[in-house]
T-cell receptor, first 113, second 117 residues
Framework: GAGVSQSPSNKVTEKGKDVELRCDPISGHTALYWYRQSLGQGLEFLIYFQGNSAPDKSGLPSDRFSAERTGGSVSTLTIQRTQQEDSAVYLC???????????FGQGTRLTVV | AQSVAQPEDQVNVAEGNPLTVKCTYSVSGNPYLFWYVQYPNRGLQFLLKYITGDNLVKGSYGFEAEFNKSQTSFHLKKPSALVSDSALYFCAVRDGGRAGNNRKLIWGLGTSLAVNP
């Protein structure tokens, strides 16, 4: 596609429910990143994919968070048993092999009530 | 540890005047430095980067940034501000000296730029 696409754009869920967030990167981009943006806290790195493997998943805040990427393309971020502190904007970005700058989607705003 | 500081939460400037948004960083190796802009209800957009070479880098929308190694700074500048430049600006750093698998960016908290007509 023309840009990084994320869905849904907004998600309201009840505490304790599981959610799945989807990211469709720019075609041909091998690297994919997930970040979390909380109010007043800037962007927090979650996980990085190169192809289908995740060399760096050091930012995942707990074992309730997981992510996968299939076919070197679409990625899903899953949050199990959501908590109110999970409320944030989840941003996905992708970049070409060897490129240093990444291109971001518009994010998924997750609200846990 | 890697870190980025944007010392100003908000910058106000009159249209037509020069603007500066400050950023300082800390990394153990060579810094890869980035500026991104976030307009209301829109995603982050890449503005410019410094990897190596000339200390003054030029980017999108007339923005430029100067890498200063001795001061560990990478301030964003524009000679003449436009009202449409009003947005949230983020500085980010990556340690270019680390293994290729470590590509995560460390981000500042952002600076809100308001350009007044």
């Amino acid at each position: 596609g023309a840009g990084v696409s994320q869905s849904p754009s907004n998600k309201v869920t009840e505490k304790g429910k599981d959610v799945e967030l989807r990211c469709d990167p720019i075609s041909g981009h091998t690297a994919l990143y997930w970040y979390r943006q909380s109010l007043g806290q800037g962007l927090e790195f979650l996980i990085y994919f190169q192809g289908n493997s995740a060399p760096d998943k050091s930012g995942l805040p707990s074992d309730r968070f997981s992510a996968e990427r299939t076919g070197g393309s679409v990625s899903t971020l899953t949050i199990q048993r959501t908590q109110q502190e999970d409320s944030a904007v989840y941003l996905c970005a992708s970049s070409q092999t060897g490129a240093t700058e990444a291109f971001f989607g518009q994010g998924t705003r997750l609200t846990v009530v | 540890a890697q870190s980025v500081a944007q010392p100003e939460d908000q910058v106000n400037v009159a249209e037509g005047n020069p603007l500066t948004v400050k950023c300082t960083y800390s990394v153990s190796g060579n810094p890869y430095l980035f500026w991104y802009v976030q307009y209301p209800n829109r995603g982050l957009q890449f503005l410019l980067k410094y990897i190596t070479g000339d200390n003054l880098v030029k980017g999108s929308y007339g923005f430029e940034a100067e890498f200063n190694k001795s001061q560990t700074s990478f301030h964003l500048k524009k000679p003449s501000a436009l009202v449409s430049d009003s947005a949230l600006y983020f500085c980010a750093v990556r340690d270019g000296g680390r293994a290729g698998n470590n590509r995560k960016l460390i981000w500042g908290l952002g600076t809100s730029l308001a350009v007044n007509p």
